[in-house]
């Protein structure tokens, strides 16, 4: 029983040893630093796996299960993004940290993806103030005839699109409307939120594709609205993998699946971890 469990700690510490002793690889043995989410791997699966098993890569970049399947369509933008803007996002995480747990509270209580939480970094910055050239104000930037339409009181007395819980149920509202009519397809109601419903509709009859998604009707989109979808995604892929970004370690090259191999007492120069790029 000794020589077993001495065994599962070595193969433990060369998987930490060959990844480096991250944040990601903290994730591992179950440290939790803050509010995002990030890939975790059962700590004990691994240090009982035996020889040759495959196990989930810790440092693999994960995409939230809404936005897997298109995966290598964007991934080029969000690390150009996650490069370009990196002030920027660790600026809007910090200004989120407070308003992200209510957002996604409130989407829970109406079925609504938590993925939607990141639009108001996008919107406004989450300033209450904020205000388009347009005319849409507040942290989700409502217009005031949509805003009155899911219930916000909107006079020369009040304002609701400028409390983050009355708009921010005025938004799940809206996603719910939205999700329903694009049979759940969350990206073309993110598009449908910023040029509109009726914008949405002319890109997706003018691509030709019976029940198009997104990535059919893109090139037909505003670019300001497909600029928008595509950092609604970054976003929510940083926010995934936080901890890997804050840490320079944001690699979309890693394989999801890691080969473990234990060293070879009588042979020191033994591969110590053999990684499977499948």
């Not at 440290?31 to 989930?56: C, H, Q, R, W």
């Not at 938590?114 to 996008?122: D, V, Y």
């Not at 997104?214 to 936080?242: C, G, H, Q």
Request: hydrophobic share 40%; glycine share 6%.
């Amino acid at each position: 029983m000794k020589n077993i469990r001495s065994k599962s700690l070595l193969t433990l510490i060369i998987i930490l040893f060959i990844i480096g002793f991250t944040t990601s690889a903290k994730n591992i043995i179950g440290y939790t630093g803050d509010n995002f989410s990030d890939s975790t791997v059962d700590s004990v699966a691994i240090a009982n796996a035996p020889e040759g098993t495959l196990v989930k890569n810790p440092a693999r970049v994960v995409y939230p299960a809404v936005l897997r399947e298109h995966r290598d369509e964007s991934k080029d933008y969000v690390k150009q993004f996650a490069r370009k803007q990196r002030d920027y996002i660790i600026y809007m995480f910090s200004r989120g940290k407070d308003y992200f747990p209510k957002a996604a509270k409130i989407f829970a209580e109406y079925n609504i993806p938590e993925e939607f939480q990141m639009l108001p970094a996008l919107e406004s910055n989450f300033h209450a103030n904020a205000v388009s050239p347009a005319g849409a104000v507040g942290y989700w930037q409502f217009m005031s005839e949509l805003g009155r339409d899911y219930g916000l009181h909107i006079n020369s007395k009040v304002d609701d699109r400028k409390n983050f819980t009355k708009s921010t149920i005025a938004a799940a509202k809206f996603f719910r409307d939205q999700l329903n009519f694009y049979n759940g397809d969350i990206l073309l109601s993110v598009a449908a939120y910023n040029c509109g419903t009726g914008g949405v509709k002319v890109a997706m009859r003018k691509s030709g594709v019976e029940n198009p998604d997104f990535w059919d009707i893109k090139k037909y989109l505003p670019t300001e609205t497909r600029i928008f979808v595509m950092k609604f995604i970054a976003l929510n892929v940083i926010s995934e993998n936080y901890h890997k970004f804050i840490n320079h370690k944001l690699n979309f090259s890693e394989p999801p699946l890691i080969q473990l191999a234990l060293k070879d007492s009588s042979n020191s120069d033994s591969n110590l971890v053999a990684q499977n790029p499948l």
